[in-house]
């Protein structure tokens, strides 16, 4: 086998491959994600959880914040109990 038709022989596979895996994705109805694979965990659970993510990312911010501020122990003290009060 000489290498063109080695390259051709790869270009072939490759195509069938990603043909078969476009029909699957096709037949189960997984929705693309954004690398465009078959992503089987969107949804409301999904959504939820993303948005927890996002709310605790949030939170830990505020957090970091507060751990690092160079206030005296006084302020650090108000600034959670209005944080509590939230």
Not at 27 to 55: C, F, I, T
Request: proline share 5%.
């Amino acid at each position: 086998m000489n290498p063109f038709e080695m390259v051709v022989a790869i270009i072939i596979v490759i195509t069938v491959g990603k043909v078969l895996s476009t029909r699957m994705q096709a037949r189960h109805s997984l929705p693309p994600d954004r690398d465009g694979n078959g992503n089987a965990s969107e949804g409301p659970e999904a959504s939820r959880l993303r948005e927890e993510v996002k709310y605790l990312k949030e939170r830990v911010a505020v957090l970091e914040k507060i751990a690092t501020d160079d206030r005296g122990a006084r302020e650090l003290e108000n600034e959670i109990e209005k944080l509590r009060d939230r």
